[in-house]
């Protein structure tokens, strides 16, 4: 069965510095991944994904992430982080069908 | 081009009652999806379509939990005699699922549903 962990549940940095998010992976196969954002109230946005090749995937909103196969890791960075970049950020795995989700980071930013 | 749209943005209902929650996807997305995000639970899977074939409906939490797609388009996910545990989140998404596509899923912005 697939899985996603998120060991991080909240997490404060101050504005300028830079973030780093881990997200860990099971999956069985080659496995799609991705980094979405949820700000209050709203939806899910898409930052990135991943499906093959290079393994730095860049983003929106100047994020990126690493695939890492050896570790089952797919790590969120930003090297300066802005006020508005507060939110909840959830990694994902799946392949064409249903994504399973991590449970979520929450980023507070202090001015 | 627009995005996924779900009606309504707030439900709420008394315990008992029927509800029924609207998606409508991206145009020309062939594979629609369901999500429940509640505070206990995360964000949980509930069903899949793919074009004509039959729903995957395996993660609906009960019998009270169903959805029906109509004209390959257009999804409502009806709960009968709600319960307060269904208070969450509902969120669609939908994706091209086409050869060669990136399987991306583009998520509506939710309905949030509270059970009195």
């Known amino acids: 069965a697939q899985s996603v962990t998120q060991p991080d549940i909240h997490i404060t940095v101050s504005e300028g510095a830079s973030l780093e998010l881990r997200c860990n992976y099971s999956y069985g196969a080659t496995p799609y991944l991705f980094w979405y954002v949820q700000s209050p109230g709203q939806g899910l946005q898409l930052l990135l994904k991943y499906f093959s090749g290079d393994t730095l995937v860049q983003g929106i909103k100047g994020f990126e992430a690493e695939f890492k196969r050896s570790q089952s890791s797919f790590n969120l960075r930003k090297p300066s982080v802005h006020w508005s970049d507060a939110a909840e950020y959830f990694c994902?795995?799946?392949?064409?069908?249903?994504?399973?989700f991590g449970s979520g980071t929450r980023l507070q930013v202090q001015p | 081009g627009a995005g996924v749209s779900q009606s309504p943005s707030n439900k709420v209902t008394e315990k008992g009652k029927d509800v029924e929650l609207r998606c409508d996807p991206i145009?020309?997305?062939?594979?629609l999806y369901w999500y429940r995000q509640s505070l206990g639970q995360g964000l949980e899977f509930l069903i899949y379509f793919q074009g004509n074939s039959a729903p995957d409906k395996s993660g609906l939490p009960s019998d009270r939990f169903s959805a029906e797609r109509t004209g390959g388009s257009v999804s409502t996910l009806t709960i009968q005699r709600t319960q307060q545990e269904d208070s969450a989140v509902y969120l669609c998404?939908?994706?091209?699922?086409?050869?060669?596509?990136?399987?991306?899923?583009?998520f509506g912005p939710g309905t949030r549903l509270t059970v009195l």
């Open positions: 145009s020309g997305h062939t594979a």
């Open positions: 994902a795995v799946g392949r064409r069908r249903a994504l399973t």
């Open positions: 998404a939908s994706s091209t699922l086409t050869s060669g596509s990136t399987d991306t899923q583009y």
